[in-house]
């Protein structure tokens, strides 16, 4: 799947992010609302064009164009920024880059499309995430990431899901 996306030369996508239910009870929490359902788009051409855009429901828009401001974006865009972006220009810092413990699961279906699954763990200073992973197996592209984040008194399932353009 990385060698995937980091050999392409051209990619567009568009998403969701369903920010889950919260299991505690943090000032995030009040802030957010409750459950959302964000957007995102991706735009890549190499060498040329890397264009990733990020819609909260409430309608505040972030942009990025390169690596290291996508990477700062990550808490803002619910860790969507860093997944497909920087697999596209080849950097390892994103997410995706430090999963550990990874396995192989049961293959699933995803919006009609039968899908390796593969799961791992991301740790943070703070946080930590489980991770499943769901690639088409016919692209390599992802279809959808699911991440069970525990933070402190905050515990949340988020889901985002990549609508790949051809």
């Not at 992010?17 to 735009?43: A, C, P």
């Not at 309608?59 to 690596?67: D, F, H, K, P």
């Amino acid at each position: 799947m990385m060698a995937r996306y980091a050999h392409i030369g051209a990619y567009s996508d568009s998403g969701s992010v369903d920010t889950g239910e919260s299991w505690g009870w943090t000032l995030w929490n009040l802030i957010r609302h409750g459950r959302t359902r964000d957007t995102f788009q991706t735009n890549y051409v190499r060498g040329r064009l890397l264009h990733f855009r990020y819609t909260t429901a409430s309608g505040l828009t972030r942009e990025g164009v390169s690596g290291a401001h996508l990477i700062e974006q990550a808490g803002t865009t619910h860790g969507v920024s860093s997944p497909v972006p920087l697999l596209l220009i080849g950097a390892q810092a994103g997410a995706i880059g430090r999963l550990t413990a990874l396995r192989r699961a049961p293959d699933a279906t995803v919006r009609g499309a039968r899908c390796f699954t593969i799961t791992g763990v991301v740790s943070g200073e703070r946080v930590q995430a489980a991770c499943r992973l769901q690639i088409d197996q016919r692209t390599y592209f992802l279809r959808r990431i699911q991440r069970e984040i525990v933070a402190r008194d905050d515990r949340r399932m988020e889901t985002i899901d990549y609508f790949t353009k051809p």
